[in-house]
């Protein structure tokens, strides 16, 4: 089926470790997005690529990175996990920035860290 | 800068009964206004967007939203609610640099 994949669905991490979250889309969205998902405060977006080659900040990047590796995929990586990470995040993609077009999203990855 | 507000975290209503949820939006320019579901343990699912033509926008599932420049409003309505409605709502709108803006979300609880 047609849509976001992310990997993996579940993971718990210590403190200090890193990670690397993966996010495909076979639609040929141009534009990929990273949230989070925290209780009562909606998605909070982590990184943005509006474009292959292009990344910029959302309003919650301290603490990751990303990398667009190409049109299909954009990564998220935690490089020093701490406990306030832990949460669920959602990939998503989109048509074209600046349209009306809406997101696509993943079913996301639960993120525990201890 | 653009943001949303939606009115009540929860809202519990019974089987067949109308369904209303609230969403009040800030933005500086023409607003792209959304509606997405989340189901339990899913991802995010548009239900319905306004994109300045028809001010009464019709989406999946029986829900619509009609879109209140005055009241700067979009709410989210279902005139009799199923079970399989009972799900977490978030409320969208496009900011200036063309991302998507979410309000907290309300869960809708459905009484049998």
């Known amino acids: 089926n047609a849509g976001v994949t992310q990997t993996p669905k579940f993971q718990v991490l210590k403190t200090g470790q890193s990670m690397t979250l993966q996010c495909a889309q076979d639609?040929?969205?141009?534009?990929m997005y990273w949230y989070r998902q925290d209780p009562g405060m909606g998605l909070r977006l982590i990184y943005y690529?509006?474009?292959?080659?292009?990344?910029d900040k959302g309003e919650v990047p301290n603490g990751y990175n990303v990398s667009r590796l190409n049109k299909r995929e954009f990564s998220l990586r935690l490089e020093s996990a701490a406990p306030s990470q832990t949460s669920v995040y959602f990939c998503?993609?989109?048509?074209?920035?600046?349209?009306?077009?809406?997101?696509?999203f993943g079913s996301g990855t639960r993120l525990t860290v201890v | 800068a653009q943001s949303v507000t939606q009115l009540g975290s929860h809202v519990s209503v019974s089987e067949g009964a109308l369904v209303l949820l609230r969403c009040n939006y800030s933005?500086?320019?023409?607003?792209?206004l959304f509606w997405y579901v989340q189901y339990p343990n899913q991802g995010l699912q548009l239900l319905l967007k306004?994109?300045?033509?028809?001010?009464l926008v019709k989406g999946i599932n029986g829900f619509e939203a009609e879109f209140k420049k005055s009241e700067t409003s979009f709410h989210l309505t279902k005139p009799s609610a199923h079970m399989s409605d009972a799900a977490e709502y978030f409320c969208?709108?496009?900011?200036?640099?063309?991302?998507?803006?979410f309000g907290s979300g309300t869960r809708l609880l459905v009484r049998p």
């Open positions: 998503a993609s989109s048509e074209l920035a600046g349209l009306g077009y809406g997101y696509t």
């Open positions: 639609m040929n969205h141009n534009s």
């Open positions: 690529s509006a474009s292959e080659g292009t990344t």
């Open positions: 933005s500086s320019v023409p607003p792209y």
């Open positions: 306004y994109t300045s033509a028809a001010t």
């Open positions: 969208a709108v496009r900011d200036s640099s063309y991302k998507l803006i």
